[in-house]
């Protein structure tokens, strides 16, 4: 790990909001050894989350990138700049992802289909394309793609799993494939030595798919336990696990 003096480079994606927004506190509450960059489509509502976290007086540290995991064009600006201010990246949090589409769907459109892939698969495989230089670059580089465990395909057909009937089957796909992203990364040559995890934030408190009231009024962990979960990865406190579908609370899950 990094000393004080040269903290960890953190980029979570979809920072400014939910989970990604609880992380990046998460992370800057715990130690000024780590330094964390927002990604933000929309660069006011990044300021905002900016303004917010920095009042806090966390020990850590924070910046703003404006980051459209959408656009070809942001997430080389997005880069650039990071490789300007930085010249390397520790962790990059593929936090990024929608779920535009009704939990009563039975079987998605191609309107649905193209927004959620769009987002939730081509964003953080582009994204994570262009952050290999800038990881290679670290002593300890690491990618957390925050997945669900709704894109398992063995807890799909396992009838005695309490979520294998949920339909979503545009946003169950589109986490499959960023399980195959994972899988992928930490196989594919040129990646010797980034650790690379799929985590599921699990069933939390967030504005993902409309039903933040619903949730709060059942009683539904807050999204601050899931930021926990990717803390552990950052801190090394799960390295046994590289490679592998893991849940918070230690947990683990089938592809």
């Known amino acids: 790990m990094s000393s004080t003096a040269?903290?960890?480079?953190?980029?979570v994606t979809g920072g400014n909001n939910g989970i990604g927004f609880d992380t990046v506190a998460a992370?800057?509450?715990?130690?000024?050894?780590?330094?964390?960059?927002?990604?933000?489509?929309?660069?006011?509502?990044?300021?905002?989350?900016?303004?917010?976290?920095?009042?806090?007086?966390?020990?850590g540290t924070v910046s703003l990138v404006q980051l459209d995991v959408t656009s070809d064009s942001s997430i080389t600006s997005a880069f650039t700049s990071i490789?300007?201010?930085?010249?390397?990246?520790?962790?990059?949090?593929n936090n990024a992802g929608i779920c535009p589409e009704p939990a009563a769907n039975t079987w998605p459109t191609?309107?649905?289909?193209?927004?959620i892939f769009e987002t939730?698969?081509?964003?953080?495989?582009?994204?994570?394309?262009?952050?290999?230089?800038?990881?290679k670059k670290s002593k300890d580089p690491r990618i957390i793609n925050v997945t669900s465990s709704l894109g398992s395909i063995s807890t799909r057909l396992?009838?005695?799993?309490?979520?294998?009937?949920?339909?979503?089957?545009?946003?169950?796909?589109?986490?499959?494939?960023?399980?195959?992203?994972?899988?992928?990364?930490?196989?594919?040559?040129?990646m010797e030595g980034v650790k690379t995890w799929s985590f599921c934030p699990g069933y939390v408190v967030t504005d993902l798919g409309?039903?933040?009231k619903l949730k709060e009024g059942?009683?539904?962990?807050?999204?601050?336990?899931?930021a926990r979960g990717i803390l552990e990865i950052v801190r090394g406190e799960r390295d046994a696990e590289v490679g592998r579908f893991v849940e918070r609370d230690g947990k683990s899950r089938g592809w």
Request: hydrophobic share 40%.
């Open 6 to 11: 040269d903290p960890e480079i953190i980029l």
């Open 27 to 59: 992370l800057i509450a715990t130690s000024t050894n780590y330094h964390v960059i927002i990604g933000s489509r929309n660069l006011d509502k990044g300021r905002a989350t900016l303004e917010k976290i920095r009042a806090r007086n966390h020990p």
């Open 83 to 93: 490789s300007q201010s930085f010249g390397r990246l520790d962790v990059l949090v």
């Open 110 to 115: 191609r309107k649905e289909l193209r927004a």
């Open 120 to 135: 939730n698969v081509s964003g953080p495989t582009l994204v994570t394309q262009a952050a290999i230089p800038l990881l």
């Open 158 to 190: 396992n009838p005695d799993d309490i979520i294998a009937s949920a339909n979503y089957p545009a946003y169950r796909m589109s986490k499959a494939g960023v399980n195959m992203l994972t899988a992928f990364t930490q196989t594919v040559g040129g």
């Open 210 to 212: 409309g039903d933040r």
């Open 218 to 226: 059942l009683g539904v962990d807050s999204s601050e336990t899931s």
